[in-house]
T-cell receptor, first 110, second 116 residues
Framework: AQRVTQPEKLLSVFKGAPVELKCNYS??????LFWYVQYSRQRLQLLLR??SRESIKGFTADLNKGETSFHLKKPFAQEEDSAMYYC????????????FGPGTRLSVLP | EPEVTQTPSHQVTQMGQEVILRCVPI?????FYWYRQILGQKVEFLVS????????KSEIFDDQFSVERPDGSNFTLKIRSTKLEDSAMYFC??????????????FGPGTRLTVL
């Protein structure tokens, strides 16, 4: 079964501090993982995907198949990073829907 | 930049009534999805739609639910006889059709359904 876990419901850090949002998955095949972000009163939007190995808004995430993890990191958090973050696994079925984790609310304090 | 749109933004209905939630996906996209999020819970997959038919559906998507793409632009979710537990935020999403592709799904702003 495909499953995504995000152990922290809420993560509070001070501005300028490093942040790491944890994501673990269970999937028997070769996973495709994504991070989506939802700012207050806005829609879910793609932050980054593991396939492109990019850095968006200073965030990076590395797929670790040994630990089945895809943690999201940023070295210096900004107040505008406060949002809900969802880790998602692309299902390898015909529809290729997402399986979402429960989300972590990041609060960056001034 | 093109966006997925959804109407209405909020729908209030009585238990047992039928509701239709509407979505306009991005125009050249080929894959369409409905997800829902009950308050305080995670985003859950309901159904995917491709080539004018359902490609996958979850256990949540029972006989009370149906989807349709009536006119080549709208993508609708109908709940035939709403229950209290159908109260949730419903998200529509669409994806381009490149083989393999980036996998990115573009989400609408959601419709909040409240069943009284």
């Amino acid at each position: 079964a495909q499953r995504v876990t995000q152990p922290e419901k809420l993560l509070s850090v001070f501005k300028g501090a490093p942040v790491e949002l944890k994501c673990n998955y269970s999937y028997s095949g070769s996973p495709e993982l994504f991070w989506y972000v939802q700012y207050s009163r806005q829609r879910l939007q793609l932050l980054l995907r593991h396939i492109s190995r990019e850095s968006i808004k200073g965030f990076t995430a590395d797929l670790n198949k040994g630990e089945t993890s895809f943690h999201l990191k940023k070295p210096f958090a900004q107040e505008e990073d406060s949002a809900m973050y969802y880790c998602a696994l692309r299902a390898y079925n015909y529809g290729q829907n997402f399986v979402f984790g429960p989300g972590t609310r990041l609060s960056v304090l001034p | 930049e093109p966006e997925v749109t959804q109407t209405p933004s909020h729908q209030v209905t009585q238990m047992g009534q039928e509701v239709i939630l509407r979505c306009v996906p991005i125009s050249n996209h080929l894959y369409f999805y409905w997800y829902r999020q009950i308050l305080g819970q995670k985003v859950e997959f309901l159904v995917s739609f491709y080539n004018n038919e359902i490609s996958e559906k979850s256990e949540i998507f029972d006989d009370q639910f149906s989807v349709e793409r009536p006119d080549g632009s709208n993508f609708t979710l109908k709940i035939r006889s709403t229950k209290l537990e159908d109260s949730a935020m419903y998200f529509c999403a669409s994806r381009g059709g490149l083989a393999g592709g980036t996998g990115e799904q573009f989400f609408g702003p959601g419709t909040r359904l409240t069943v009284l």
